[in-house]
């Protein structure tokens, strides 16, 4: 192998260079798409089925990580053989029932098939697809949208123009972007209004789907994919997106989109149709020529009727009856096959085979080219704003959190009313510092895993999309979260503290917030690592629980820790809650004199003397802080850790 030296080089250099500017020049002049076309030929998908995930997936589903069989695992064929294309300018309706194989084909398109075995030839102007083209050139909108409910549809759409936008874009060129696909989809009534979900009320749902297309668009991709786009609209609505789609194909794009059973209306719009039926291509062809082909194949359609919801039908088993099941599979095995000798006949060379023009030359050296796409520190900035704007926009779940805090204080206040300072006091003073630090990191934990669980799914997809790493994503988390644990702490820490009458000086009170601020802060770091290791929330907040009642044992109140069985020391020593407990302990009780009203038994006249009574008397307070951090630093890197290598596919979607 030759290697490029000197002016070689150079040239490389400068060509790149070349097609940078151009890439960013044609991506900056809106209607200037580059045109291309997808083609597939004999493309098989093959999975073992069960297995969808990795062992470790499986695990953290609570799964037996292996599977026993006896003899081979047993493969499904998902696709099986599917043959298109599909030119700049066109849209192809993908038609077929539920499980028919339609988001795995453009699963497969989009390079996300997560495991099996592919077969075939999938190209772009002639050349094999990887997964950097279509990364490049192709937007996928998927079923479920992303949208985070609490931004606006302006929001929603800056952020994303702002990490997937070249950094030569400047802000005017991204404003003028946003504003043009706004523009194009019709979202101009609801710009300044929030996307809202399941929780909020927000735009309609056509609205979404326009929303999430238009992410999709602020690159303009040559190639959009979209599953499933017309699902739970209403027809009016769906027939008016599929229009969009069409104008948006017309403008040079290629389309391709899974749908159910579409109406008449909408039918028309569509250049191409293809229907699957358990991965085999039934019919694919010019929508106008699909009645006329089944026709030939004795399968007019009656009068009045949808064609596609009869054509549909009739490619697909029945399995309702015995019957039925044999008959309609006798029937859709010979149109699968005279659909496939009806291909062979007609297969004069239209597909293109390898040809490389000028453009698909272009199209390579693009790929082959780093664009100079946002970097680590712009992705944390845009996450960081969008994290806090979306924190603080959650005003219902912010005055949740806020009640929380002062209600657990107040309630901690209320039960410890005024302490005094006799011998009994003396003891409910060491619960009341035993219940502060575990009373609200309790619910912290429980909040942040719920909390978390709504982000997956959004997180799982942009992840895959490559809009940012999981560097920035979890250094924004960490920053974000800072003012509201820092509001809920200073709530918290407030009332209890003048309710049960401790000791009335800024210093202890400081030290006091501190280490609690600490402890829920570990709790937090906790929460974020069990909620991204568990694909549930159900399995999260059990485990984490689970995790923090043996924190809570072992903390030094339930029991002395003399008395701890041996065997539970070590695990005494790394309970966050115990180094909470005894710090909390030396702040509060060291100036504190008891009285001994009663002159026989036991009395314990101060505070170094209870810590003493109660094992505390050689604690240091730097230790126990350091242990605290040292023990959020470790949750932390496991947050870290599961969140690049676990995928954060929540199991509930
Ligand atoms: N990785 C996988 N492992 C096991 N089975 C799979 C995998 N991917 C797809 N399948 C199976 O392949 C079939 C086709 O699934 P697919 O999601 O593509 O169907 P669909 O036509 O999009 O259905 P729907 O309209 O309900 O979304 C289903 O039976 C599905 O269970």
Redesign the pocket.
Known sequence: MTQMTGPDMESVDGRRDAINTRYEEYISSYSHHLPMNLQAQDVS?I??????NMWWARLTSLQMPWEWTRGPKRK?R?LNGVSFQVNCGQMLAIL????????????VLACR????ELTGRITVNGVERTETMIKRHAGYVR?DDRLLPNLTVRESLMFVAHLKLPTSFNKEQIETRVDSVVAELGLRPVYDSKVGGAEIRGISGGERKRVSIATQLLVDPSILLL??PTSGLDSFTAHHLVETLSTLAKNNRTILL?I?QPRSDIFKLFDLVMI?TE?NVAYYGEAAKMIPYFTKLQYPCPEFTNPCDFYVDLCTVDTKTEVTEIESSRRVDSLVKQYSQEMLQNDSGAFVNGAEDEPTRLRRDLEATRLYLPGWFTQWAVLTRRALINNFADYGFLLVQIAESVFMSLVIGVVYLNLQFDQYAMRDRFALMFILGALYPYMMVVDVVGKYHKERWPLYHDLQDGLYTPGPFFWAKLVSEIPEHTLFLILYSVPYYWLSNMQNDALLFFQTFVILFLTAYCCRCVGMAFAAVFPTCQSATTSAQGFFATMLLSGGFIINMDNLFEGMKWLSNVSFLKWSYQSLCLVELPGLNFTCPLPIGTCIHNGSEALKYYSMENIEMWKSCTILGAESIFFLIVFYIALTFISQKPQES
């Open positions: 998908y999975v073992a089925e069960g297995m969808a499904k998902v077929g029932t539920s499980g028919s194989g339609k988001t795995s084909l453009l699963d098939q997560t495991s099996g079923q599953d499933e899974t159910h699957l991965g």
